[in-house]
């Protein structure tokens, strides 16, 4: 729940004005400096030109992408990640292994950086996501914490309605399901990227329809 001293995502220059004064000094320094009318003119353009931008780029159609696949899956991802980069496309794949820095922080921070989320689905894809600390699952659910469009892509004859795959669709990771996929097949690889890059990742951020996550869905059946 958001408390009443935060600025939301969306918001008006006189709603920032109000939430300014009540943030606390870990957040904006000084309470008495903040509060000086020298001061808060400037703290309030900030605060709307961040609004301002965040909304902008949530309107916008975004060519930036971040692929997530299993080593063994790697010659998907390289083709996928020279079509769409062709076509003009910022996309990010952990190719070769992150050579310095903390990887988490590197995979999380260029999955925020990036309004497009692609997982590359096999049959074999999720058998390791029942693991807690598995980094596909990890990817995957962050993606969805941060709401980017998501789009799993279907390799290989993998299918959500097989028992296996349903058994290792568990916890957040259920709604994957519910997402708007896409079938690729080798023969007809280049007719399913433009339908991708056409209609998959052709929309804005904001338009992108999430599913209601499990406990969401648990609490809705219990009213």
């Not at 062709?86 to 260029?110: E, L, M, P, R, W």
Request: glycine residues 6%; contains cysteine; proline residues 4%.
């Amino acid at each position: 729940m958001r408390r009443s001293n935060e600025i939301p995502e969306k918001t008006s220059l006189r709603a920032v004005d109000s939430a300014l004064h009540g943030r606390k000094i870990a957040d904006i320094g000084d309470l008495s400096a903040a509060r000086n009318q020298k001061i808060r003119p400037i703290l309030l353009l900030f605060y709307a030109v961040a609004v301002i931008c965040q909304d902008f780029s949530m309107r916008r159609i975004e060519k930036t992408a971040f692929i997530s696949y299993r080593r063994r899956d790697v010659a998907w991802a390289i083709a996928i990640w020279q079509n769409l980069t062709q076509h003009g496309y910022d996309v990010f794949f952990d190719y070769s292994g992150i050579g310095s820095g903390d990887f988490a922080q590197v995979i999380i921070g260029n999955i925020d950086a990036r309004a497009h989320f692609l997982v590359l689905l096999t049959p074999s894809a999720l058998e390791n996501c029942s693991e807690p600390g598995d980094w596909l699952r990890r990817d995957i659910e962050h993606a969805m914490g941060v709401r980017r469009n998501i789009v799993p892509l279907m390799l290989d004859n993998f299918s959500f309605g097989r028992p296996r795959i349903k058994k290792q669709l568990n916890g957040q990771l259920a709604t994957l399901s519910h997402y708007n996929g896409l079938e690729v097949y080798p023969a007809y690889f280049d007719e399913a990227m433009r339908k991708l890059r056409e209609e998959r990742l052709n929309v804005t951020r904001d338009a992108v329809i999430h599913p209601p996550s499990p406990a969401v869905e648990e609490a809705a059946r219990e009213q």
